[in-house]
């Protein structure tokens, strides 16, 4: 079921609705080549992939990250937010976050553990005697891949909880990339390893479904109040 809260402006439309009721009255709000764009994009999604972002400190990183992600099929994301003040970048996610389920959390300790009951094998990108290249582990099953702080990299609760420290292989003088060039090259090697064994889309047709419905509620002007209406007139 989908809470109503969610949609609604200012809090006010209360209650749960189920995927098949929003794809039935507000689908046909949409344009045929929307709606198919929309169920496109769901079933080339996964959860199985959680891109992690920890203590970030420039805003357009953190959006330029986003993007990659959501470009990549990735639908959820942790971002740890311990409450520095953060820079804030004229940049925007382009609506990137707007498609995505962002979970935010104050410590990397509570993140890791919302990722182990949740099954993923967490990667870090850290260089460390124990580094292996990203594309040498194995990438088929649940799995978080953790980008660290601008400066400072991961913290150090994170290299002691993470199961992997990874590296992405570089052959120049450089001994690391942007944050959001690093990103996207993860991204990538992940994707295209999952696409070989074909992995890319997994969701199930129920999980589709449901977030097909949430993207036609995403898509609209306050969804929750226009569903009222018109299941009121029903």
Known sequence: MIELREYSSGGREEGQVSADVVLEHL?????????QKIWRVVAGRTCDV??????????????????????????????IEPGE?????????????????????????????DLR????????????????????CDLTGPIAVVLGNEKDGIST????????????????FVQSYNISVAAAIAFQTIQLAREARGLAGNLSAE????????????????????????LARL
């Open 27 to 35: 689908a046909p709000r949409l344009t045929p080549e929307r709606m």
């Open 50 to 79: 959680t891109p992690v972002l920890e203590n970030i400190y420039d805003r357009g990183n953190t959006s330029a990250v986003l993007r990659s992600a959501e470009a990549m099929g990735f639908q959820c994301v942790h971002v």
């Open 85 to 113: 003040r953060f820079k804030e970048a004229n940049r925007v996610t382009a609506g990137a976050d707007k498609w995505l389920d962002v979970a935010r959390f104050k410590t990397t300790v509570a993140a890791v553990a």
């Open 117 to 136: 009951d949740k099954g993923y094998t967490i990667l870090a990108t850290h260089l460390d005697a124990k580094s292996r290249p990203l594309h040498e």
């Open 157 to 172: 609760d994170m290299q002691e909880l993470c199961d992997q420290s990874v590296i992405l292989p570089m052959r120049g």
């Open 207 to 230: 999980e589709q479904k449901i977030l097909a419905a949430h993207y036609v509620l995403r898509t609209l002007d306050n969804p929750a109040r226009l569903l009222r209406e018109i």
